[in-house]
């Protein structure tokens, strides 16, 4: 299994890396098979599917008919490493290599990769809270603040703490942030780290006498 989420009370859509299928709560059967390929995400969205594949993205309709989203932008045609709803009806996709795409009304409305402030276009998971994104990439955290339509990145990294920089899952309560890397689990509470981070010193050589 690689990604379950919620379709209703009643209903859930699993990824596995063989298809997706539409589960039965009560009694945890099958009930309908959504897509016939390895899936990386799965997501389920206003009577839509979102197939995250190691190839792109696809928006599946009840009816099984099907568009391939990395036709509208190159981001999309990239391994899709997690997929969330913001308040606004916004899906906001991470990619393995490509940043963070922003899709709504059958439309990429904005590509937040390296060159926008993110610490790695490398992008492993995605938690919505409220108006910010939390991202966890392989160097580290990036808070991506929307206030507005104006992104902000603030980030924290091993210099601010962290055991390890390779962010693999996100979860965001209050103003604490639990953080799974390899090094285990952390968290800490946002409010009581600076953002102004020390110098970050990157040794070029080494001379002697």
């Not at 009370?9 to 709560?25: C, E, H, Q, W």
């Not at 099907?66 to 906001?92: E, F, M, N, Q, V």
Request: proline share 2%.
């Amino acid at each position: 299994v690689k990604s379950v989420e919620k379709i209703n009370n009643d209903f859930i859509i699993v990824g596995t890396s063989f298809y997706a299928f539409k589960m039965r709560l009560k009694d945890l059967q099958i009930v309908d098979t959504i897509w016939r390929e390895r899936c990386t995400k799965v997501f389920y969205q206003n009577n839509k599917y979102y197939i995250g594949t190691l190839t792109g993205l696809y928006e599946v309709r009840e009816d099984k008919t099907y568009t391939y989203l990395g036709d509208l932008h190159p981001a999309l045609g990239r391994r899709i490493t997690d997929i969330k709803s913001a308040p606004d009806g916004t899906i906001w996709i991470t990619t393995s290599d490509n940043g963070i795409v922003a899709y709504k009304n059958n439309k990429v409305i904005k590509v937040i990769t390296y060159d926008d402030g993110l610490s790695s276009n490398i992008c492993k998971t995605l938690f919505i809270k409220g108006e910010a994104l939390w991202v966890g990439t392989d160097k580290g955290i990036n808070k991506i603040n929307t206030n507005n339509g104006k992104f902000s990145i603030i980030k924290y990294s091993t210099s601010d703490g962290l055991p390890s920089n390779t962010i693999n899952a996100l979860y965001v309560k209050d103003s604490i942030v639990w953080v799974g890397s390899p090094a285990g689990l952390t968290y800490f509470n946002e409010n009581s780290i600076s953002n102004s981070s020390i110098c970050n010193l990157q040794m070029l050589g080494i001379y002697v006498s």
